[in-house]
């Protein structure tokens, strides 16, 4: 058992979580509970009672699940913690492929395919227990699995040269070597959006170039009023998966396509998918992505720094229960159960920044197409179709909320603040 005063903390910060994620369910289950007989004041014409009880349950049913989970989430991490499993799966992987940079990434990825298999059952019960309850689910087994074991491949297909090379530097640059690494990340992630449309996102769904026509037109046209230029639509087949419907871009400037869920297109009109197409437009014309990117980027090289003191300090992997000639293993494996423990508390941050660009990613799409009934019709018809929360509790929506409320959004959108005013003239 390796109790010590840092192993006492780390499991302090994420009891302490865990503690108050479970009062934050508590108060937004019992406040959604409360007005469960009655359908949110504004809404009574869009949603029926019986679906409003319904994404009332769904609700309810999705937090249940994410308590438990988190609580698997605790008992496993004090497991990790205070057993000496970690020093152990080390040791095994080093002795069975050494410890030079091979060996090293060869042993992470495979102690990070041990610890995920321990999550399977979880996401198996949620896609074909909780989401077929409440008829989201379109997979089937093989669907499930084969996913599984492409992500696995692909996990180790782009993770075994990034540690690797990550590895190296640790070894070549032992005072520099967190901002390469930092540094390889965030070119990674930019390659990323760049291969992902064109290799990856084909291997689990297919694309078909939306035929021509009114919807066609309608998007092409809109596309040239706010000088966005895209390449091409793109439909995929999101039905094969689940019956949540979605929209989003692919690719970058020239390159850039629109990819809409099969699943979007039944569900709404043309001039509706206009206001959802408007509004990721919004988002890019206010620069979103690249505040994204750059905040990411930052909140990132954060966490580096972090990883190259401790990386420093003997003490850490020593309470740890490691020797501290092998490093960077540990010290990752470590650091990824210890952070959430303290990133929990910065997420209001980030939803935050969220919530103010969908704001205006919003306002962006209600002045683009002169009027504001597209979109809240969308929103509306998102929310109903993917049985949203409608009223969530204001403490829990401040923790778990990248998106403001559909009511929220609905008053933004009717009383235009004299900053937008100002925006627009
Ligand atoms: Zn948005």
Known sequence: MLVNSVTTTVVTLLLFKFIFENILHFINNYHILLHRKKIPHGFETFIDLPTYQNSVDYTLVKSNFSSFCGAWSLVFDIFLIFSGILPFLLQTGFNVFGNKNFGQAVTFLSIHFILSLFWIPFSWWRQFRLEDFFGFNRSTQNIFW?????EYLLSFVFGFPIF??????FQSFPRSWWLWAWAILFIFQITMVIIYPLLILPL?????????????????????????????????????????????????EKFRHIVLYDTLIEQMTTEEIAAVLAHEIGHYKHQHIRT??????????????????????????????????????????????A?????????????YLSRKHEYQADRFTADTLGQTEPLISSLRKLHKENLSNLAPHLIFSTFHYSHPTLLEREIALQNPTPDDHRTKA
């Open 146 to 150: 084969t996913d599984k074991a492409k």
């Open 164 to 169: 690797y090379i990550i590895a190296w530097f």
């Open 204 to 252: 689990f769904n297919k694309l078909t170039p939306l035929p021509d026509g009114e919807l066609k037109e309608r998007l092409m046209q809109l596309a040239q009023t706010t000088q966005f230029p895209i390449n091409k639509i793109f439909t995929m087949d999101g039905s094969k998966r689940s019956a949540h419907s979605n929209a989003f871009f692919i690719g970058l």
């Open 292 to 337: 994204n990117l750059i905040v990411e980027g930052v909140y990132s090289f954060l966490g580096f720094g972090i990883l190259y003191y401790l990386s420093s300090r003997h003490w850490f992997l020593e309470s740890f229960g490691f020797q501290t000639e092998y490093t960077l293993v540990p010290l990752i494996l470590i650091f990824s159960i």
């Open 339 to 351: 952070i959430s423990g303290i990133t929990f508390w910065i997420d209001p941050f980030f939803n």
